[in-house]
């Protein structure tokens, strides 16, 4: 059960980094030394990494693997496979896209009894809190219970496109946000102004618009700042720790900076894709890059990755949620082509080509958006999220001199589309290692390897969130 990572080397602050010899005994690192210093031992397995970056687990803290109940689009099997071959050792996947949503403990219970035997590589549940349970007299209790079971946040949605997990009005959102400040958990917001983007919506769809810039008009950047600056005056009302999820743009990211200024526990969450295309790719590419909130302005999109290296922005997560390809994606209306896009396996490449290797983050930063602050936020940094004695031994391997071109059908998840194909990004993953086992591998001549399915765990947040 001991294992010497040999050759490798480890951030050691901006773009610096190190050569270190790292131990590993029954999953946790037990040792960070300089190359030769550590104690050997006949029982030990050397793994010599080769000179490349080794780099803290990634933690992808908002996925959608819907599991069970809409496997035709994503299952949990090829939803971890996929974070395994893309240096992601822990995944947190949303309540809200599987059948039933994890609002309870016995939907809990359901999605951890199908899930557990399928994940590539470890896993934390969002519990959810939607209008469907906000009909009831027991939704708190509902909600008390899933704090206590271990769910990493909350998720609620001001605006949402599914029946079975409706949005929450203001009041319910005030509702919602009291008792879980009560309970020392964030909530997670989906933050788009319903009322003007239906309006919006029925008046372009009035006018015969089936475009793809037609939907963008539909969710412009003043219904995700509405919503947003809403949410702060719920945060500033209750207390309560929120977390903006998929940020994408500029505006919304300033005001939850300038609350931040202001003493207010709000964060917010970009994704790859909203620093990687504009509203102009929406147009060529169409339903392909159909998410929601919607990619924005070019100006939108620098202003993400000013952001992100500045800290105006706490992390980096995909909101991977591949719809069923090319089905649900080629419907013959962009109102009622699914939106989403896969995104776990290509994140860490693309943050690293067009984000360290550019200037636009170092090294450090790259670290933090991916792994530190996620751990911290979902109450796991005594775990994971750094190269540090007695935290899980999660790693990814990547090879930062490989130039490489994405393409769809090369990926691991099940509905195999990208954005992103055809683009060439320089750094590729040559392993991912979760606590101590090699989750994937690939070696120079491109041969694959995975470890096993069920090899990952249930993570439970292990303390109350810093209000």
Same mark, same amino acid.
């Given at each position: 059960?001991?294992?010497?990572?040999?050759?490798?080397?480890?951030?050691?602050?901006?773009?610096?980094?190190?050569?270190?010899?790292?131990?590993?005994v029954d999953g946790k690192?037990?040792?960070?030394?300089?190359?030769?210093?550590?104690? @050997?031992?006949?029982?030990?397995?050397?793994?010599?990494?080769?000179?490349?970056?080794?780099?803290?687990?990634?933690?992808?803290?908002?996925?959608?693997?819907?599991?069970?109940?809409?496997?035709?689009?994503?299952?949990?099997?090829?939803?971890?496979?996929?974070?395994?071959?893309?240096?992601?050792?822990?995944?947190?996947?949303?309540?809200?896209?599987?059948?039933?949503?994890?609002?309870?403990?016995?939907?809990?219970?359901?999605?951890?009894?199908?899930?557990?035997?399928?994940?590539?590589?470890?896993?934390?549940?969002?519990?959810?809190?939607?209008?469907?349970?906000?009909?009831?007299?027991?939704?708190?209790?509902?909600?008390?219970?899933?704090?206590?079971?271990?769910?990493?946040?909350?998720?609620?949605?001001?605006?949402?496109?599914?029946?079975?997990?409706?949005?929450?009005?203001?009041?319910?959102?005030?509702?919602?946000?009291?008792?879980?400040?009560?309970? %020392?958990?964030?909530?997670?917001?989906?933050?788009?102004?319903?009322?003007?983007?239906?309006?919006?919506?029925?008046?372009?769809?009035?006018?015969?618009?089936?475009?793809?810039?037609?939907?963008?008009?539909?969710?412009?950047?003043?219904?995700?700042?509405?919503?947003?600056?809403?949410?702060?005056?719920?945060?500033?009302?209750?207390?309560?720790?929120?977390?903006?999820?998929?940020?994408?743009?500029?505006?919304?990211?300033?005001?939850?900076?300038?609350?931040?200024?202001?003493?207010?526990?709000?964060?917010?969450?970009?994704?790859?894709?909203?620093?990687?295309?504009?509203?102009?790719?929406?147009?060529?590419?169409?339903?392909?890059?159909?998410?929601?909130?919607?990619?924005?302005?070019?100006?939108?999109?620098?202003?993400?990755?000013?952001?992100?290296?500045?800290?105006?922005?706490?992390?980096?997560?995909?909101?991977?949620?591949?719809?069923?390809?090319?089905?649900?994606?080629?419907?013959?209306?962009?109102?009622?082509?699914?939106? %989403?896009?896969?995104?776990?396996?290509?994140?860490?490449?693309?943050?690293?080509?067009?984000?360290?290797?550019?200037?636009?983050?170092t090294l450090e930063r790259?670290?933090?958006?991916?792994?530190?602050?996620?751990?911290?936020f979902f109450g796991i940094?005594?775990?994971? @999220?750094?190269?540090?004695?007695?935290?899980?031994?999660?790693?990814?391997?990547?090879?930062?001199?490989?130039?490489?071109?994405?393409?769809?059908?090369?990926?691991?998840?099940?509905?195999?589309?990208?954005?992103?194909?055809?683009?060439?990004?320089?750094?590729?993953?040559?392993?991912?290692?979760?606590?101590?086992?090699?989750?994937?591998?690939?070696?120079?001549?491109?041969?694959?390897?995975?470890?096993?399915?069920?090899?990952?765990?249930?993570?439970?947040?292990?303390?109350?969130?810093?209000?």
């Amino acid at each position: 059960m001991k294992r010497r990572l040999i050759n490798a080397r480890i951030p050691t602050g901006g773009n610096g980094t190190a050569f270190r010899e790292i131990l590993v005994v029954d999953g946790k690192i037990a040792e960070v030394v300089g190359p030769g210093d550590g104690a @050997g031992g006949e029982d030990t397995e050397v793994v010599d990494l080769q000179g490349h970056l080794l780099l803290p687990g990634i933690i992808d803290g908002h996925v959608h693997f819907d599991d069970p109940g809409f496997t035709h689009r994503e299952n949990f099997e090829t939803g971890t496979r996929a974070a395994a071959a893309g240096g992601v050792t822990c995944v947190v996947d949303m309540p809200c896209t599987s059948l039933p949503p994890v609002i309870g403990v016995s939907s809990l219970q359901s999605k951890l009894d199908e899930i557990r035997p399928k994940a590539h590589v470890d896993f934390m549940l969002w519990g959810g809190m939607s209008a469907n349970v906000l009909v009831g007299d027991g939704w708190s209790k509902d909600l008390e219970d899933l704090v206590e079971a271990g769910v990493a946040s909350i998720k609620v949605y001001m605006l949402s496109g599914m029946d079975t997990f409706k949005d929450l009005s203001k009041d319910q959102l005030r509702s919602v946000l009291t008792e879980a400040r009560r309970l %020392g958990i964030p909530v997670g917001v989906h933050a788009e102004d319903r009322k003007m983007v239906r309006a919006l919506e029925a008046g372009l769809r009035g006018m015969g618009r089936n475009d793809p810039l037609a939907y963008a008009a539909s969710r412009p950047e003043a219904a995700e700042v509405s919503a947003v600056q809403t949410m702060v005056g719920l945060c500033e009302i209750t207390g309560t720790r929120v977390h903006i999820v998929h940020v994408a743009c500029r505006r919304a990211m300033e005001v939850i900076a300038e609350a931040r200024a202001e003493g207010l526990p709000v964060s917010g969450e970009t994704c790859p894709h909203f620093l990687a295309f504009t509203v102009d790719d929406l147009e060529e590419q169409g339903s392909l890059l159909k998410t929601a909130p919607v990619v924005k302005a070019e100006g939108d999109r620098t202003g993400l990755w000013e952001g992100l290296a500045a800290g105006s922005l706490e992390f980096v997560a995909t909101d991977h949620a591949a719809g069923q390809w090319p089905e649900e994606k080629e419907t013959g209306s962009i109102w009622t082509d699914y939106g %989403g896009v896969p995104g776990v396996e290509t994140s860490l490449p693309y943050l690293y080509s067009e984000g360290v290797r550019t200037g636009r983050l170092t090294l450090e930063r790259l670290v933090e958006v991916t792994a530190s602050a996620p751990a911290r936020f979902f109450g796991i940094d005594n775990r994971k @999220g750094r190269i540090a004695v007695g935290l899980d031994a999660d790693f990814a391997v990547l090879d930062e001199t490989e130039r490489w071109t994405v393409r769809a059908a090369d990926l691991h998840n099940l509905n195999r589309y990208t954005p992103l194909e055809g683009r060439e990004l320089m750094g590729r993953v040559r392993a991912t290692i979760l606590r101590g086992e090699t989750a994937y591998s690939r070696a120079a001549s491109g041969t694959e390897t995975f470890g096993p399915t069920g090899a990952g765990e249930w993570v439970m947040r292990e303390k109350r969130a810093e209000l």
